[in-house]
């Protein structure tokens, strides 16, 4: 599918709501003589608030086993080290080329400074609710918690490397070309664009419910799980069939794990092959 078709395909509402959200950065353009500057730099205070809502989602989550604690106990301070330093660097960048700041003012007191403005205060917010329904839309589409740690941890980096490189070069055009208005505004809309994108590729993820085994994943299966036993710390455990196998505690810590560390094709894999079997012991058709 071509990048036209798949944002073609956007729901009316999000393609809306997505709109909707990023209309008072065109306000300020239009409106409120804003520059460059501050389309980048609000641009890159949305980052830090989808940072914060990442840790969020790390945390809030489905634990259905008390090794479910450990990752996101670690993974989710360490993610708040990292990023925090990477939008730190990223943010004294943009403060340091684009800034029109007196007295070679630090990140700290730009953040401040800038939304000490109303208008740029009123945009961010409308930028957090945005996010806020992209949260709630993966909620309901694939269940609370459903996204694994290592997929949020690795998710706002390809964000920052795909919409912020192209964005920073349009700065730096701009700047050449002395901000003409209709430049401004093509900035606006590549952001429109890209949350549209970004939108649609995920709703297309969350919706992929067919899945069949390949003859190499059924093999592999097969090997694995021939019987409905598991073997935990070199002790077997046999069940009296792959239902009860499937409600054990054995088996629910070892799906807790693959969803923690993010094999969430290989958790496919393996609810898919024991839906398969189960189904198989009921007499049903496997599919």
């Not at 804003?34 to 990442?54: A, C, K, P, Q, T």
């Not at 997929?151 to 901000?179: K, N």
């Not at 073997?231 to 046999?238: Q, W």
Request: charged share 20%; proline share 4%; hydrophobic share 50%.
């Amino acid at each position: 599918m071509s990048l036209i078709e798949r944002i073609r395909d956007v729901p009316p509402r999000d393609l809306l709501i997505i709109c909707g959200f990023n209309l008072l950065p065109l306000c300020g353009v239009l409106l409120w003589d804003w520059h460059s500057f501050d389309l980048i730099f609000l641009y890159w205070m949305e980052n830090v608030v989808i940072g914060i809502l990442m840790i969020l989602r790390m945390v809030a989550r489905r634990y259905d086993s008390p090794i479910e604690f450990v990752f996101p106990l670690f993974l989710a301070p360490f993610f708040a080290l990292h990023y925090g330093a990477f939008c730190w660097g990223h943010g004294s960048f943009v403060v340091s080329l684009f800034g029109d700041f007196s007295n070679g003012v630090e990140l700290a007191a730009a953040v401040l400074e800038v939304l000490a403005e109303p208008a740029m205060l009123a945009a961010l917010g409308s930028l957090v609710f945005l996010q806020l329904f992209d949260w709630q839309r993966d909620i309901a589409k694939r269940g609370f918690g459903a996204v694994s740690v290592k997929e949020l941890m690795v998710a706002p980096y390809r964000r920052i490397v795909v919409l912020h490189l192209t964005i920073i070069a349009s700065g730096f055009l701009l700047g050449i070309l002395e901000e003409p208005l209709a430049g401004l505004l093509l900035l606006v809309v590549l952001k429109i664009f890209f949350d549209v994108w970004h939108f649609e590729q995920d709703r297309q993820l969350a919706e992929e419910e067919d899945f069949e085994l390949s003859p190499d994943q059924l093999q592999k299966m097969r090997e694995m799980y021939s019987e409905p036993k598991v073997t935990v710390n070199g002790k077997e455990r046999r069940f009296a069939s792959f239902a009860e196998m499937k409600q054990s505690k054995e088996m629910k810590m070892a799906i807790s794990l693959i969803r923690l560390i993010g094999g969430k094709r290989e958790l496919k894999v393996i609810e898919t092959y024991l839906a398969m079997k189960i189904a198989e012991e009921q007499g049903q058709p496997s599919g």
